[in-house]
């Protein structure tokens, strides 16, 4: 299954357009995005046997795929390349963070540069289905509503301001969270844990690897999340970036107004988002 929205109206993607799901599903679906983890197993029940019929709606208007969550986790140094590229140590831990829900936006969102020192980080990005606390690896994969692709967009000064590293102020710009195209439930993926995920720069492939490479699993990075505080059904997990960010470069590549950055992964689709000057950009900015 894969779910999207379109004019704030959840819909069914099937190939190249939608159907609404509510009208599809005579109403027994509502159609706002705030109450699809409301009625998850119901929807997943109607579309393993609906036959949805109704307007084909054309792909250009999605939105992001998600309502906006209550909670965003993100990793570090979880791609083996990326923590070489960086010359830190391979963490026995997944190094957890969060990234602040107003900086979510949908596929073809614009990212709005602060600054001259803006990274991109492309990643698998996890939506929970339901209520996870103190789940088991064995487990967690059954607690996941469905996989998507995001950009932990990553302002790097501020990001590595002060005697502590300041990563949720870095990666929370507006803008700094594109994802999408829609929602993708595990069981229409041949193996969710093995995704090639990657990204361009104005046509340049920057990053390109598999999930599969990841240092700590999805099913793990559930665990040990669901270990501390309970996922709730909404909930995102950024699920860590493979080597090639821009400033681990030499030189170091940053973003700048007129750029596109592309981003996929295998089975979901891709994202492809307008870098501009965000208000208080200058080219003066160091």
């Not at 920057?206 to 490479?213: A, N």
Request: net charge negative.
């Amino acid at each position: 299954m894969r779910i999207g929205i379109i004019d704030n109206r959840l819909v069914l993607v099937d190939g190249e357009s939608a159907v609404d799901i509510e009208r599809a599903s005579n109403g027994r679906i509502p159609a706002a995005p705030a109450g699809l983890f409301d009625v998850w197993d119901t929807l997943v029940e109607w579309a393993a046997t609906a036959a949805p019929g109704g307007e084909q709606l054309p792909l250009d208007r999605l939105q992001l795929p998600v309502p906006p969550p209550r909670q965003v986790f993100a990793v570090g140094a979880n791609y083996r390349e990326h923590v070489e590229e960086a010359k830190v140590a391979l963490p026995e831990a997944p190094l957890i963070f969060t990234k602040f829900p107003s900086c979510l936006t949908g596929p073809d969102d614009a990212i709005p540069l602060p600054s001259r020192h803006v990274d991109w980080e492309v990643e698998l990005v996890v939506v929970m289905g339901r209520r996870a606390e103190r789940v088991a690896e064995r487990d967690a994969w059954r607690h996941v509503a469905g996989l998507t692709v995001g950009q932990d967009i990553s302002e790097r000064a501020v990001q590595m301001a002060g005697p502590a590293p300041q990563f949720s102020m870095g990666k929370s710009f507006p803008g700094f969270g594109p994802m999408g195209p829609v929602l993708v439930t595990p069981d229409a993926l041949e193996d969710p844990d093995d995704l090639e995920i990657g990204c361009t720069l104005n046509g340049r492939v920057m990053q390109k690897s598999r999930t599969s490479t990841m240092v700590h699993s999805v099913a793990e990075l559930i665990a040990r999340i669901s270990a501390v505080c309970p996922l709730l059904p909404g909930d995102v997990i950024f699920t860590g970036t493979p080597g090639g960010v821009g400033a681990l470069r030499n030189p170091s590549v940053f973003l700048k107004p007129g750029d596109t950055l592309v981003s996929w992964a295998t089975g979901i689709g891709e994202l492809r988002n307008p870098v501009t000057a965000g208000p208080d950009y200058s080219d003066e900015n160091k």
